[in-house]
């Protein structure tokens, strides 16, 4: 059996209210047959009620008999955490059927998606029709969004915003009719930010041209090749699709852990560097607050992570799903020269990649860089950014963490991780401050 270390149990907790309480029965007076092996660790979590708690390693996958939702729950985190302090408490290391056939449904599951990955069709014939079928309805929608698009140019932004949300609403159930819902999902963005009047007006106009160039884009996809055409696919609404085979590079570097709540909904963006390809690629995860779910734990920014990542698109890698991992592979610390070897020493030369990267791919919400030997500076009585070279960027007005950036860096030169939504400004998500990695992604936000 592995050894599984105290912080790396902590970091699954889905929220410091289920740690402490994990925390409270991590004791071998509150469970009884323990066991563990390399891939698994189980025990019976004794009260009023007694519930056997599962945990696949590989996943990492939580289970537990009791009735609460958002897993890991607190006997599965008691367990963690008493392994980890005492590994002696392990009893047996002979797998009970319950926990030998969840792993096998998990092992089925897993080769069932490899297979629909790698793109094996039962019915050929029958795919072909439901895909011709869809296109003919996508076709339709893009058409009635063009002429919702040019009407609200025609009117001015200030007109469209006076008008009642079912206008908007029936657009955005227009396009979910044609199977296009991520067009849906763009038309309720540009619907509150034009409602929003003057101070969104740039962000309403770049909106409403993005939904243009993936209208064009529909429209012309014959001259595209077979990888854009599948990326235009996603982005209008069809499924997340990976890449039949997993990236070849197995050791990852988590450089920024951002979690959010908005509307009911947990968000989760990791941000990782491969550090051997000088590479960024980006971790999504959602989890629904009314069906108790939680976000997946363990992404420590500033650690090293081992695994294999499936990318969803072959034409602009980035966002991407870890496909094989292992809880107790130690995750050890990075060396600083990891960072500032992946990063830029300018901001002209770093903007000149981020351009690079948007014409290559205009739709992405957002551009990683990294940045070596940038400080704070003042610009128009706002923080911002400054290299050696004396090249100026101001800061995102969404940055929440500026109070924490100054007091880590101080006037002293530092390497950040960055992302920018415009090409203008820069928001910081994470940094080397001396030689420590720190995360200022925002933790948990929302209602």
């Known amino acids: 059996m592995s050894k599984l270390t105290r912080d790396q149990a902590e970091s699954f907790a889905p929220d410091s209210g289920t740690l402490s309480r994990g925390r409270k029965i991590a004791k071998p007076s509150a469970y009884k047959d323990i066991g563990a092996d390399d891939r698994a660790i189980w025990g019976t979590a004794l009260g009023s009620s007694d519930y056997f708690s599962l945990v696949d390693l590989s996943g990492p996958a939580f289970r537990c008999s009791c009735p609460v939702k958002k897993l890991p729950c607190k006997h599965i985190m008691g367990l963690m955490l008493l392994i980890a302090d005492d590994p002696s408490v392990v009893t047996s290391e002979q797998r009970p059927e319950p926990l030998s056939e969840w792993l096998s449904k ?169 550090p051997a390809q000088q590479r960024f690629a980006c971790l999504l995860h959602f989890a629904s607050v009314a069906a108790g779910a939680s976000l997946p734990g363990g992404y420590r920014p500033g650690r090293r992570l081992s695994g294999q990542l499936r990318f969803d698109s072959a034409w602009s890698p980035l966002r991407a799903e870890l496909e094989a991992t292992n809880l107790l592979t130690e995750p050890t610390l990075a060396s600083p020269d990891m960072f500032t070897q992946a990063a830029s020493d300018n901001l002209l030369t770093a903007m000149q990649s981020v351009q690079t990267q948007r014409a290559h791919n205009p739709f992405a919400e957002q551009w990683p860089l990294m940045v070596s030997g940038v400080r704070l500076v003042a610009l128009a009585g706002e923080l911002a950014l400054a290299d050696h070279h004396d090249n100026i960027m101001a800061l995102d007005a969404a940055f929440e963490a500026q109070l924490e950036l100054m007091r880590l860096a101080g006037p002293e030169p530092c390497t950040l991780f960055m992302s920018t939504r415009d090409g203008r400004s820069l928001l910081p998500l994470s940094g080397l401050f001396g030689s420590s990695w720190h995360n200022l992604a925002t933790a948990e936000t929302g209602d």
């Open 106 to 274: 998990r092992d089925s599951a897993a080769k069932a998606k490899q297979s629909r990955a790698s793109g094996e069709v039962k019915d050929p014939e029958a795919q072909a029709k439901r895909a011709a079928k869809r296109e003919a309805n996508v076709d339709q929608g893009i058409n009635e969004l063009r002429f919702f698009l040019e009407d609200i140019l025609a009117v001015g932004l200030a007109e469209s915003g006076k008008r009642t949300h079912d206008v908007w609403d029936n657009m955005r159930r227009r396009l979910i009719d044609a199977q296009a819902g991520g067009l849906a999902n763009r038309i309720e963005k540009l619907r509150q930010e034009v409602a929003q009047g003057a101070d969104t007006t740039e962000q309403a106009l770049a909106e409403i041209a993005q939904l243009n160039l993936l209208c064009a884009a529909w429209q012309n996809r014959q001259s595209l090749t077979d990888a854009e055409q599948a990326h235009l696919r996603q982005l209008i609404g069809w499924p997340r699709s990976q890449q039949p085979q997993p990236d070849a590079c197995l050791d990852w570097v988590v450089l920024s852990n951002e979690r959010r709540l908005e509307a009911g909904l947990h968000s989760q963006r990791v941000w990782l560097l491969d």
